[in-house]
């Protein structure tokens, strides 16, 4: 099971509803990426999730924030998922936003200034297309086939379908969302899993006064391993959004 992936979305339209008057409805349909790629045994669930409620935040912050509106119904049609999104007029906010209200971001996606947005997934359970094994949080990989690398002889990359996960916000984003992203804050996962074991075996070693028969550059190597060293992986961007999306 994987923390957390990003789905990319796109605003289709700006609605209103003559019930509400007071709010505008967004049109957001959830686009399937070529790598990390939308099995339809979660279409379903999704559209449950997203029918249920699911808050609109900004770049991925669900810190304690009350968000600019929530998802209202969502369906499926031609294999495509969309979900509709009200968003209240008025509401004003404080502390460090990007919009200081509701009007303000309106505003934005009336202009088409932004049209890109993510669904944020917890608890994603991804399967490889190559050799159907699960996709694992821990750093070793239930298979050799790492997203988004080449396969041997090949221009194909290996790609994994999403099986599983629960729909845990909606963001708003400067930029769309890509399988690079997800790359990289699998990566960071992984890395940040096997920091944890080392120090973990570290501190069982220390306890038990074991922890000098371990050569001092292998401490290091151990200790050093909590660096994330995500540039190792060829077609992966750094993006400033990235503090801002680690939010769960």
């Not at 409620?53 to 969502?74: H, I, K, N, Q, W």
């Not at 028969?213 to 200790?223: C, F, G, R, S, V």
Request: aromatic share 6%; with cysteine.
């Amino acid at each position: 099971m994987i923390n957390s992936l990003y789905l990319q979305a796109t605003l289709q339209a700006l609605l209103t509803n003559s019930t509400k008057p007071n709010s505008v409805f967004l049109k957001i349909e959830i686009v399937s990426g070529n790598i990390f790629q939308i099995d339809d045994s979660i279409l379903q669930k999704l559209c449950k999730d997203l029918k249920d409620g699911v808050g609109l935040t900004e770049c991925g912050r669900t810190e304690d924030l009350l968000p600019y509106g929530r998802s209202r119904d969502a369906k499926i049609e031609n294999d495509c998922l969309s979900t509709i999104v009200e968003v209240p007029r008025g509401l004003k906010f404080g502390g460090q936003r990007s919009y200081a209200s509701t009007d303000d971001f309106i505003m934005v996606f009336s202009d088409g200034m932004v049209r890109d947005f993510s669904i944020g997934l917890i608890n994603v359970i991804c399967q490889c297309n190559t050799c159907q094994a699960s996709l694992s949080s821990e750093y070793e990989q239930c298979c050799e086939h790492l997203p988004g690398q080449k396969v041997a002889d090949s221009d194909d990359m290996h790609t994994y379908k999403i099986k599983d996960g629960i729909a845990l916000f909606i963001s708003a984003d400067p930029f769309p969302v890509t399988d690079d992203d997800n790359i990289q804050l699998l990566l960071e996962d992984w890395g940040l899993d096997k920091a944890a074991l080392i120090e973990a075996k570290i501190n069982d070693l220390n306890q038990s006064g074991k922890l000098a028969d371990l050569p001092l550059e292998m401490i290091d190597k151990y200790l050093g391993l909590g660096t994330i060293v995500t540039n190792s992986h060829p077609g992966i961007r750094k993006r400033t959004r990235k503090s801002g999306r680690r939010s769960r």
